[in-house]
């Protein structure tokens, strides 16, 4: 099957700092999704990009699907940022998670 | 509101016993699915369907059943054969097959 892994594991940031998210994965895929996993759990939409670019505010991302990656920046990041960020990639029929990064954005 | 309901949001379960959990949406979405999540990991996919009654094992679907009986709803029922069932359990849709998901809130399961 495919594996998708997601680097850093850990990050801690400032407020206010940049940062960027990666998302490789080993075999071709029909689409992509990034989600961010508030403290209760819930897992919120951030972006649905099978490629190119796309910009919501203070976030953006890239999926480059012929290399097999995709990025998620977060830019002047803020303590309500924190969380767990989850990539998943359409693989046949079905999502596939990776480990996520967790970040975390102090004050 | 559309979107996704799942109940209850805690649920514990006494060893031996069968639960179900519950997953309604109003968002008109053929596809539904269900995934288990373990402290600290990703998430693992249980069961999926595709269409109403019509369901396919997912990577851990052994100790969990589901039906679909109505396009609206995907109910995971907990079965005693599965050994380790504490964990939070996450319901999602999608318009048509590996199209964007959206997820409920979750249900957090505890074995007492």
């Known amino acids: 099957g495919i594996q998708v892994e997601q680097s850093p594991p850990d990050l801690i940031l400032q407020e206010g700092a940049n940062s960027t998210l990666r998302c490789n994965f080993s075999?071709?895929?029909?689409?992509l999704q990034w989600f961010h996993q508030n403290p209760w759990g819930q897992l919120i939409n951030l972006f649905y990009?099978?490629?190119g670019t796309k910009q919501n505010g203070r976030l953006s991302a890239t999926t480059v699907a012929t290399e097999r990656y995709s990025l998620l920046y977060i830019s002047s990041s803020q303590t309500t940022d924190s969380g767990v960020y989850f990539c998943?990639?359409?693989?046949?029929?079905?999502?596939?998670f990776g480990p996520g990064t967790r970040l975390s954005v102090l004050p | 509101d559309g979107g996704i309901t799942q109940s209850p949001k805690y649920l514990f379960r006494k060893e031996g016993q069968n639960v179900t959990l519950s997953c309604e949406q109003n968002?008109?979405?053929?596809?539904m699915y269900w995934y288990r999540q373990d402290p600290g990991q990703g998430l693992r996919l249980i069961y999926y369907?595709?269409?109403?009654?019509?369901?396919q094992k997912g990577d851990i679907a052994e100790g969990y059943s589901v039906s679909r009986e109505k396009k609206e709803s995907f109910p995971l029922t907990v079965t005693s054969a599965q050994k380790n069932p504490t964990a939070f359990y996450l319901c999602?849709?999608?318009?048509?097959?590996?199209?964007?998901?959206?997820f409920g809130q979750g249900t957090r399961l505890t074995v007492v």
């Open positions: 999602a849709s999608s318009i048509g097959t590996a199209l964007e998901a959206f």
């Open positions: 369907s595709q269409i109403v009654n019509d369901f």
């Open positions: 998943a990639v359409v693989y046949g029929q079905n999502f596939v």
């Open positions: 075999d071709s895929v029909n689409n």
């Open positions: 968002l008109n979405h053929d596809a």
């Open positions: 990009i099978p490629s």
